[in-house]
């Protein structure tokens, strides 16, 4: 089965506080994905990236930043945590496919509260 | 620009009845692919079904059963004889080949199944 983990189920952080989200993936897929999902509004993706060290900005990149070293890791950044921010934020991976696409597996989410 | 409606928003239903639920999708591509998903009270998404563009065959798969119909533009689920287990919010979701997997999702159907 793929596993997709995250760091922390839930976190609260203070304003301004700078905040890393760590998303770990055992199948050895090349594309892996942040989402934040707020009421209303279902899933919206901040960034995604389809190898080491590459990045594509998402719907919303404003006020994050990604980082990916190694394949099976993909970090979220909150440079500085603001209020608006606090929301659920999921991680997804999936095989590259070129002319086709693949479905995404889910990490069980970080529910991150910024005070 | 594509989009993916779930016009929606919660339903309920008593055990046992077929409900379905509603996914209506925008697109100019001729190439793409459809999902759904199930995210349970836990919080993670559970990939339910991919359908591409050219395969217009509907799906059954134990109680569920998906309906894809261009000429519509509509990827409808049911879940017949539905359980409390049922109970949890369902994205539909549309994306592209050679556009990183980039998934476009719906706002989601809020699903719960009375006993």
């Known amino acids: 089965d793929v596993k997709v983990t995250q760091s922390s189920r839930y976190l609260v952080k203070r304003t301004g506080e700078k905040v890393f989200l760590e998303c770990v993936q055992d199948?050895?897929?090349?594309?892996m994905f942040w989402y934040r999902q707020d009421p209303g509004l279902g899933l919206r993706l901040i960034y995604f990236s389809y190898d080491v060290k590459m990045k594509e900005k998402g719907d919303i990149p404003e006020g994050y930043s990604v980082s990916r070293e190694k394949k099976e890791r993909f970090s979220l950044i909150l440079e500085s945590a603001s209020t608006n921010q606090t929301s659920m934020y999921l991680c997804?991976?999936?095989?590259?496919?070129?002319?086709?696409?693949?479905?995404?597996?889910f990490g069980p989410g970080t529910r991150l509260t910024v005070t | 620009a594509q989009k993916v409606t779930q016009a929606q928003t919660e339903i309920s239903v008593v055990e046992k009845e077929d409900v379905t639920l509603d996914c209506v999708y925008e697109?100019?591509?001729?190439?793409?692919?459809l999902f759904w998903y199930k995210q349970p009270p836990s919080g993670e998404l559970v990939f339910l079904i991919r359908r591409n563009s050219f395969d217009e065959q509907n799906e059954i798969s134990g109680r569920y059963s998906w309906n894809f119909q261009k000429s519509t533009s509509s990827f409808n689920f049911t879940i017949t004889a539905s359980q409390v287990v049922d109970s949890a919010v369902y994205f539909c979701?549309?994306?592209?080949?050679?556009?990183?997997?980039?998934?476009?999702f719906g706002t989601g159907t809020s699903l719960t199944v009375i006993p």
């Open positions: 199948m050895d897929h090349e594309n």
């Open positions: 997804a991976s999936s095989l590259f496919g070129l002319a086709v696409t693949y479905e995404q597996y």
């Open positions: 979701a549309l994306t592209y080949p050679n556009t990183g997997n980039q998934f476009y």
């Open positions: 697109t100019r591509d001729t190439t793409y692919y």
